[in-house]
């Protein structure tokens, strides 16, 4: 009996194998179809919506940061925030305080990536080195909010203290075949949907690679992966620095976006709004944390202008909730109910 047992459970977790490709087909796809019909918008709206949706999809592309720490890793960050204002500052520093015979933009989208996962590497081998994890790991991370807001207010003859620093719009420069500008908001939402959906590609193929298979068998059982002779803080330290540069390069895109970076950008408060957007949306997916992103961070704007005094308590609410009765997220709870219908 105990050997026919055995049997069906290996006979049920082998069917259940091709149903979980499905599903992981299935987000794939459904990334498709939301980034067509991102991509057709301009075609039917535009106005405002054109000029904010941008800014919405670099929130959802600085989810996609925290996804990776948090889905396949499981360690919460608090620092994504300063990752985020990280870049924008590169930005408008390498625009305005710079000169160089090349366009500054590509120098501060480069220099912010650079920046981003240098800052982000050195970080994570001293942290994982030592062996900090868990709650640790996000006091840490929730310091180093604190710590580049600080800096972005104490230097101001850099960054424009409490008064934050103005960037101007990028270009983009092909040498001798001409320059685009973005100056409209068509093109400059065209070239953040691009990018975004370029990183949401990138992270996909992370997934399924040899290195996304060992950071998840980190999340699962790291001191197995350690007894099986995995060197995981080196594997810990890469996914942080990864993790930086992107969030660092949305904070750029950001920056010649909105044209405008405080030092409230790299704040408590906006990096806990990154965790709310990932919770809801759903940490374990990919396309969940970028429309948690994007929807939660848009219902977050509509709030502050309906209800400017609540807006935070409702969308703490939300949270709760979410955490209570969702606990994969909006995400978790779709795949779930997909994986009970088939079965």
Known sequence: MRVTGD??????????????????????LAAVVVFLLLAGLPAVISGYP?????????????????ALLWGFLGMVSFGQAAFFALGAYTMGIAMQQMAAPVNMAYVGLLGSMLLGGALGGVIGYFLFSAGVRGSYFVIVT?????ITEQIAVSQSQLTGGWNGMFIDRMSLTFGPLGEVSLFPDAP??????????????LLKWL???????????????????????????????????????IACLAGAFYGTHANFVAPSLAGVLFSTEVVVWVAIGGRSSLLGALLG??????????LSAVIPRYWQLALGILFVLVIVYLRGGIAGAIGNLIARRRD
């Open 7 to 28: 049997i069906g459970v290996g006979e049920r977790r082998r069917s259940h194998r091709p149903l979980r490709r499905r599903l992981l087909d299935g987000e794939a």
């Open 50 to 66: 054109i000029y904010i949706l941008p800014q919405y999809m670099l929130f959802g592309m600085l989810a996609l940061s925290l």
């Open 142 to 146: 929730l310091a180093l909010s604190i």
């Open 188 to 201: 400059m939402y065209y070239v953040v949907l691009v990018v975004v959906a370029a990183t949401f590609a």
């Open 207 to 245: 997934s399924h690679s040899p290195f996304g298979k060992i950071l998840i068998g980190i999340r699962e059982n790291e001191d197995r992966m350690v007894a099986l002779g995995v060197r995981t803080p080196l594997y810990k330290t890469g996914a942080f620095a990864l993790s930086g540069a």
């Open 293 to 302: 992103g994007i929807l939660v961070a848009s219902l977050s704007n509509y």
